[in-house]
């Protein structure tokens, strides 16, 4: 299918200008105070009933984080979730866009992150400014944009899309509409594949995702003949073309749940692990090797938020999500559009 890319030159790996330095959030007063770890797990259930909060998880998040929330899920999921939630708080233990999102669907709610400065490679390598110079080379082009992405980004969106409900989205566009796809490449090469269209694409990538390397992928399925393959679709093109399923993450749990194999090699971030080992005990995970060639591929941004921190977040409604309002009345039209399709038969 074919596909036109930006010239390169246009990626640059610039800082995210949705996350401003917060001094007051660094300093060792902030974690005064800390209980000590027997207690932390009841402080946080109790600050969650007192404050009338919920806690969301995304998959990718450590295992300890997974369990202590009210919901776990991917990106389409949790957005769901918290479109839906009465509570007052919304505690978002992911990135910095997933609680965008968050106080976007819910702009009189209190949004709080454990930690601001979980970002995200696609969001921060996607800056508001140099996007809106880029789409102003394709007027008249419907604009895509996955969920990983700012705020900003989102609000110069027609609509957005997920993982899990891309191919959907793209699909549902008439056929003679020229689209933009952004941030992520893989992602949108992916789509592109699936339904058929042209795409305009950003060449944004995943740290993570794009560590897979189908050599070493190779070498795994010679020395696990039996195992399955399972890849995001953020992987590069040539990991996926050795999948035997690719999919979101809510999808790879839900093809291992229902499989009748047992050995699983997995290309996506590893906190996907929890999930699947919970819920298929009696199988065997195999996480795919990255290119630097360790064996695990764990995002670095997911891993700054803690129990310490979300305890933290609790008691000082901080650090809290805003989002200017007349960004996320464009966002949230965006978002809503991309619900109004989801929902479709």
């Known amino acids: 299918m074919p596909m036109t890319t930006p010239a390169e030159s246009v990626f640059a790996p610039l800082p995210n200008a949705t996350r401003a330095a917060r001094p007051e959030f660094e300093s060792g007063q902030r974690f005064a105070d800390i209980p000590p770890a027997h207690e932390i797990e009841a402080e946080i259930s109790r600050l969650r009933r007192e404050r009338n909060a919920v806690i969301l998880a995304h998959y990718y998040q450590d295992g300890e984080l997974q369990d202590i929330a009210d ?128 795409l305009v694409l950003w060449p944004g990538f995943c740290i993570v995702h794009e560590q897979f390397s189908a050599r070493r992928l190779v070498k795994l399925k010679t020395e696990h003949p039996r195992a399955k393959v399972l890849a995001h679709p953020e992987c590069e093109e040539a990991v996926l073309a050795l999948a035997d399923f690719v999919g979101s993450t809510s999808a790879l749990l839900r093809h291992v749940e229902s499989s009748e194999h047992d050995c699983f090699i997995i290309a996506t971030e590893a906190g996907i692990l929890h999930q699947m080992r919970r819920r298929r005990p009696d199988a065997t995970f195999i996480t795919a090797q990255p290119h630097s060639g360790c064996d695990c591929a764990l995002c670095p941004y997911m891993r700054l938020n803690t129990f310490e921190k979300l305890f933290v977040a609790l008691r000082d409604l901080q650090p809290a999500i805003a989002v200017a309002p007349n960004v996320r009345e464009r966002a949230r039209a965006a978002l809503d559009r991309m619900m109004e399709i989801s929902a479709r038969p």
């Open 71 to 198: 919901f776990v899920g991917d990106s389409l999921e949790l957005s769901r979730k918290a479109a839906e939630t009465r509570a007052d708080v919304i505690a978002f233990c992911g990135v910095h866009f997933m609680a965008e999102t968050a106080k976007i669907l819910n702009p009189d709610k209190t949004v709080v992150v454990p930690d601001v400065d979980a970002g995200c490679s696609l969001a921060d390598r996607c800056p508001a400014p140099a996007f809106a110079e880029w789409l102003s080379q394709y007027p008249g082009h419907t604009v895509v944009s996955y969920i990983n992405c700012s705020a900003a980004v989102k609000a110069m969106s027609d609509v957005i899309c997920t993982s899990a409900n891309a191919c959907k989205i793209v699909a549902s566009l008439p056929a003679d509409r020229p689209i933009v796809f952004a941030p992520d490449r893989h992602l949108g090469r992916w789509v592109a594949r699936q339904t058929g269209r042209e």
